[in-house]
């Protein structure tokens, strides 16, 4: 059984910065491309950032670049959304989620469609 689990989000200040880790459950984890998601409230879930299997390759929606960067640790089964200089309009509920394929090469990293496997997610506040 496949289980993603989101942990770091809370409450900061405009400008702060802040780690979200997703620990998976799931063999293979290394073959796999996995994504960071969003959805503010009263929105749609929408693509933050991506990584290929092995990490090489990252993807970022254009709202984000420069200030999130998103990383995962094969060995610990554990990826990472490290953000800096929040906004208020980060704020959202964060989710992980894998990738049917090794990259976003034949499945395109943003559609929510090519994730068969997601975690609960994990709440981000920012205040201004």
């Known amino acids: 059984q496949v289980q993603l689990i989101e942990s770091g989000g809370g409450s900061v200040q405009a400008g702060e910065s802040l780690r979200l880790s997703c620990v998976v459950s799931?063999?293979?984890?290394?073959?796999?491309?996995m994504a960071w998601f969003r959805q503010p409230p009263g929105k749609n879930r929408d693509f933050v950032a991506g990584?290929?299997?092995?990490?090489?390759?990252?993807y970022y929606t254009e709202a984000v670049k420069g200030r999130i960067t998103i990383s995962r640790d094969n060995v610990k089964n554990t990826a990472y959304l490290q953000m800096t200089s929040l906004k208020p309009e980060d704020t959202a509920v964060y989710y992980c989620?894998?990738?049917?394929?090794?990259?976003?090469?034949?499945?395109?990293?943003?559609?929510?469609?090519?994730?068969?496997?997601w975690g609960q997610g994990t709440q981000l506040t920012v205040s201004s």
């Open positions: 989620a894998i990738l049917r394929d090794s990259s976003g090469t034949t499945s395109p990293m943003h559609n929510r469609n090519n994730y068969p496997y």
């Open positions: 799931m063999q293979s984890f290394d073959r796999f491309a």
């Open positions: 990584a290929s299997w092995n990490g090489a390759t990252t």
